[in-house]
């Protein structure tokens, strides 16, 4: 089974760790759910420590493990209420027999059965246990007591097991877990969307306009960028109910209500600055901006004096800022800008590819109708193959209907639902 995670919102999960053969499966799934985007922190029995060590966890999960439910080294002793208030999730893979009973009686005589009395965030458990051990009356009563709960139970699945015996037991795989997990946060993010706004709840970033790259103290290098369009997407993101930060090159435009707006020269100003705003848990990153691509190897102290019919100036290459946040370890949902004048749609799927993006806006900056000047646009969309959705053509329409297009054709991305294969 394969299927693309990178586009996972952030969110933390408690992965708790249960006596079990099974336990060598989640070893792989902590990788999974880290490949994902995900947070994990592990929680091991003493049962589970039997099988597999806690130093394996703590090297996957890049966390430490933990396994006391009074622990010196927490914040105030208490792991469990600090673990509690961090999860997003609390899946038990596997969750053996004993696990399942402690949870069903509200039993709390260890971190684990502790953990789960004291958090509000959903509880999974993927129970896996000797066939005999699934169907006994007691199990199955217990299931039934932790579904009326609301507890969600992932079924497991029938083949041979370690014992020798042959039916229901068996943990279900780890990116088939994974996946589910994916899914899950999918679905609750289109839920908020619907009803609070396509993005809501998400940090976009957004550069936009163009750069300046000094030559001298009153010369430089630009474009004809006005920052139209980066300036209507900002408004469009915060409508949809995003947190926005609108990283501007020099532009004479007046900033969209509720966006914070922060002022660049230079391209390595605006990668700087882009580079910051993932440390702040920057979602989705749209690069609407003209960066310069190059810049003056040396900028001269004093303004250069006219001497003779030429100047030479020695150019060196601009970081590719896009490129550049695309490549980070744990990169946000990127969208990228082709504006171009000639085989426009090939130069941006070309682009889209060798950048690593998951969308690009592409148009002909040749026409004076929808030109870098201009009040209105048309642009086509492509994304990622990964997304298995067909290019969009937006036809000329104001910057603004334009930038409403775009949010949208960005959360039918996020939120496209990857069948695995």
């Given amino acids: ?24 499966k989640s070893a792989i799934l902590v990788r999974r759910l880290k490949d994902a985007g995900f947070n994990v922190r592990v929680v091991m029995t003493q049962g589970a420590q039997a099988f597999i060590t806690p130093l394996t966890f703590q090297a996957l999960s890049g966390n430490p493990v933990h396994t006391e439910l009074l622990n010196p080294e927490a914040e105030a002793g208490m792991g469990h209420i600090e673990l509690a208030r961090w999860a997003d999730l609390l899946l038990v893979a596997p969750a053996s027999c004993d696990t399942l009973a402690k949870f069903a009686t509200g039993l709390a005589d260890d971190l684990l059965s502790t953990l789960y009395l004291a958090t509000k965030s959903p509880v999974w458990v993927a129970p896996a246990m000797n066939q005999q051990m699934w169907a006994a009356k007691a199990t199955q009563r217990n299931l039934n007591t932790l579904v009326e709960d609301g507890v969600h139970v992932i079924m497991p699945d029938a083949g041979s097991q370690a014992c020798g015996d042959v039916g229901l ?51 430089y290098i630009s474009n004809h960028s006005t920052g139209k369009m980066g300036f209507a997407l900002a408004a469009a993101c915060y409508a949809a109910g995003a947190k926005v930060t609108l990283i501007a090159g020099p532009v004479s435009l007046d900033t969209p209500n509720g966006v914070r707006r922060l002022n660049v020269s230079s391209a ?94 592409c148009n002909d900056v040749s026409r004076a109708d929808i030109g870098f000047a201009s009040d209105e646009n048309a642009m086509t969309v492509f994304f990622a193959d990964a997304y298995q959705l067909e290019k969009r053509d937006l036809e000329k329409a104001s910057k603004q209907e334009i930038a409403q297009q775009l949010v949208e054709a960005i959360h039918d991305a996020l939120w496209h639902e990857i069948e695995p294969v």
């Fill in 169 to 219: 037991g068996r943990m279900p795989e780890p990116e088939d877990l994974a996946y589910q997990v994916t899914q899950y946060f999918h679905r609750a993010q289109r839920a908020i969307a619907e009803k609070f706004g396509l993005l809501a709840g998400k940090h976009v970033v957004i550069t936009a306009g163009p750069t300046r790259e000094a030559i001298d103290p009153v010369r």
């Fill in 268 to 361: 390595v100003q605006m990668l700087d600055l882009s580079m910051q705003m993932l440390d702040e848990g920057c979602d989705i990153f749209i690069a609407t901006a003209a960066v310069a691509d190059y810049r003056v190897a040396e900028v001269a102290e004093h303004k250069i004096k006219k001497a003779g019919d030429e100047l030479n100036v020695s150019l060196i290459k601009n970081p590719d800022i896009v490129a550049t946040i695309a490549g980070q370890q744990k990169r946000p949902f990127m969208v990228g800008f082709a504006a171009e004048t000639r085989n426009v749609e090939e130069y941006a799927a070309g682009k889209l590819v060798a950048k690593k993006l998951d969308m690009i806006a």
């Fill in 1 to 24: 089974m394969s299927f693309d995670l990178s586009v996972i919102p952030n969110k933390n999960i408690v992965l708790a760790v249960t006596g079990g053969i099974a336990a060598y």
